[in-house]
């Protein structure tokens, strides 16, 4: 009954390719797209947190509810 540890490593993933492609694209100059990589990113991370958190809603909801 917890949280799998792979959603855990996914969203680290995903930032350090994050933070490692905003380093690259600010140090070429490139802030606006730096900005972009790293808007998409956070859109991406928030929709894999908001899938977890459905899950467990789900969850509650059929414990309470005496649903299985």
Known sequence: MGIDVDVIF???GVGIAIA???TVL???G???FAQWVTLLGFIYILFM???VISD???KIKDVFLFRS
């Open 10 to 12: 996914k969203i680290a």
């Open 20 to 22: 490692l492609l905003h």
């Open 26 to 28: 600010d140090q070429m």
């Open 30 to 32: 490139k802030k606006e």
């Open 49 to 51: 947190v908001a899938s």
């Open 56 to 58: 467990l809603f789900q």
